[in-house]
């Protein structure tokens, strides 16, 4: 009889062990899941992760409980067979047993399907909890205390670097794959982004004087392949508006005078450290798809679109008349040759080279300007963070490109480049 209540308080002991790691180590995103597809079990179970600190009190109450009955009924056994040497006797049998068949095992077991066995235990669970409701109050008010006491603060909500992580990690263990792990990434470092980080700078805009003849604005869509042209009237600091392709072929089609300013669509204007994800509800906002990058002075910064948007989700995309131009490109020595345009924040992640935390710059060409305190020319560069970092290619007024190779063994990280 004896034996027979000491393997039911050490299966006991085991159930609630399995229990306690299996709702520690419970993914509640699977369990929401199931719950949506009709599964009451894994609704049950989700319901019980909402109050962790009265779930856990349960538990360990439980544990405890069981696993002192079993070691003083083990010592009264023992203790009646071998005298004053039971109680050793007792205390090595019940070491041995908790450990290996209320512990170690059950916990092993659990770790490896911890929904499985957080929907088993439920139910018990739950009868438990509204048993011990005021055992769980009572520790609910000492928690509080032995938090005012020491000052304990809650660790808050989940950071975008805790997130990135778990991103990492569901792509390493293979729960998402390569392209959806970086479109993750994307999105989670989409709110922070601002526009001058992707904008197409002043340099490189296409526009056009609101003067210019009709025939060279055909022209210019002819050749380029831009949907929409921006035009300026004296200085590109004085853009007045957007004129789109459509609108300009269907005027000079049906109309033979054509007045450009009466076909130029009103054009938004925004600081240069606008976040993207405010930009966005601009965009929707005045159901346009341009906006003029401008600076405190007012003058243009350059010109940002939806596209450029969609890009920093989804990478470059191309249509049939883009020439791919490749920002970061490998070279046979290993070094990299990396266009002056590009995003400067995205060259040290591929290049894994540690930040420059003082640079204002956006693009590598910018930084390797400010860094030199001058416009660097070919063969030009400086070592940082392991690498050496020198011009390629460059105009007496910007840097076109730049090669990048680490200064140790000549090579780069196998990385690739989302571009």
């Not at 600190?53 to 071998?82: E, Q, W």
């Not at 925004?270 to 341009?290: G, V």
């Not at 070279?331 to 995205?346: N, R, T, W």
Request: proline share 3%.
């Amino acid at each position: 009889m004896d034996a027979a209540v000491l393997a039911l308080l050490i299966m006991l002991s085991a159930y609630f062990s399995a229990t306690e790691t299996a709702f520690s180590g419970v993914n509640k995103i699977r369990l929401k899941s199931m719950a949506a597809d009709g599964n009451r079990k894994a609704a049950r179970a989700l319901k019980l992760t909402e109050n962790f600190d009265k779930l856990l009190t349960t538990v360990l109450v439980g544990n405890n409980v069981v696993n002192i009955l079993a070691s003083s009924i083990a010592t009264v056994v023992f203790t009646s067979h071998f005298g004053e040497a039971g109680v050793t006797v007792a205390t090595l049998v019940m070491t041995v047993l908790l450990l290996i068949f209320s512990e170690i095992t059950p916990k092993s077991m659990a770790k490896e399907a911890p929904e499985r066995f957080a929907m088993a235990s439920a139910p018990v669970i739950g009868v438990l909890q509204t048993v011990l409701t005021p055992v769980n109050w009572l520790f609910t008010v000492w928690k509080k205390m032995i938090a005012k006491l020491f000052q304990v603060k809650d660790g808050g909500a989940i950071t975008d670097d805790e997130l990135m992580t778990i991103v990492d990690e569901a792509q390493n263990e293979g729960g998402i794959g390569e392209n959806q792990g970086e479109l993750i990434r994307s999105a989670i470092e989409f709110s922070d982004l601002e526009v001058v980080h992707i904008l197409t700078p002043r340099v490189n805009i296409l526009a056009a004087e609101i003067s210019t003849p009709p025939k060279k604005f055909a022209s210019l869509f002819k050749n380029n392949h831009y949907s929409r042209i921006p035009v300026y009237k004296g200085t590109i600091d004085n853009i007045v508006g957007i004129l789109h392709e459509r609108d300009f072929y269907e005027k000079m089609y049906f109309d033979k005078e054509i007045d450009i300013a009466s076909m130029l669509i009103s054009v938004e204007y925004i600081p240069k450290n606008t976040k993207i994800s405010e930009l966005l509800r601009i965009f929707q906002h005045a159901r346009c798809h341009m906006a003029v990058v401008v600076d405190e002075f007012g003058g243009t910064v350059g010109i940002i679109t939806m596209e450029d948007i969609l890009e920093e989700l989804v990478g470059e995309i191309w249509d049939e008349n883009d020439e791919i131009i490749r920002e970061i490109e490998r070279c046979e020595d290993g070094g990299y040759i990396v266009a002056g345009i590009a995003s400067l924040s995205k060259v040290f992640e591929v290049m894994e080279i540690e930040e420059d935390e003082e640079t204002q710059a956006v693009t590598i060409s910018g930084w390797l300007t400010e860094r030199m305190g001058k416009i660097p020319q070919v063969g030009e560069g400086i070592e940082f963070g392991g690498f050496r970092i020198s011009v390629s290619e460059a105009t007496p007024k910007r840097v076109m490109y730049v090669k990048i190779i680490r200064i140790n063994d000549g090579s780069l990280p196998t990385q690739q480049a989302r571009i």
